[in-house]
């Protein structure tokens, strides 16, 4: 027994479609042919992608960067498979035994700049004085318990927790670490 013919399940616009078709749901053979040709014409989903993110200008330019590294790389490998090796870099071109390409050494280097200096060296900044971090008067003799229970008060207030910062805790720390090692002595 034939399968048995539905109405189509398609819309046209607002209407659905008038005409009887097969399946499950039932299609007719116009919109059945229709759908073949949109598969047809569709692209796959994974070339999609990649197109898209080929087509992305950013990508395209990363393409272009490599690409140029890649014609300098062969162009490099070019030449020293001929036997010269790239100018400016590595080995030098020049014939040391040409007289017009030796090098003139004078001492002073003329036509060559000298070496950049390097940027001066920052001085660290003047050392604290542990005591005054810890408001502890010159004169005052210190013991391990006076230290650590002021470290603990002045934690209290400059820790990062308790709306200090990291800078002032380091600070504070060393300041420790120093006043106990004097007292050690």
Known sequence: MPPKRQ???????????????????????????????????????????????????QVQGLFAYIAAGVDRIA??????????????????????????????????????QPPPQPPPRRQAPPKEDPRVIFGFPAGEVLTREKIKKRHRDLAKILHSDKGGSDESMKRLNAARDQLLAQVKA
């Open 7 to 57: 109405r189509c399940s398609m819309y046209d616009g607002n209407k659905q479609c008038k005409k009887l078709g097969e399946g499950n749901p039932p299609i007719c053979d116009d919109h059945y042919e229709a759908m073949e040709e949109e598969e047809e014409d569709a692209e796959d989903p994974v070339e999609h992608a990649v197109n898209v993110v080929t087509s992305h200008p």
């Open 75 to 112: 162009h490099t490998v070019d030449g020293i498979s001929r036997g010269e090796w790239p100018r400016g870099r590595g080995r030098s071109s020049v014939d040391p035994d040409e007289p017009s390409q030796r090098r003139q050494h004078d001492g002073n280097n003329p036509g060559r």
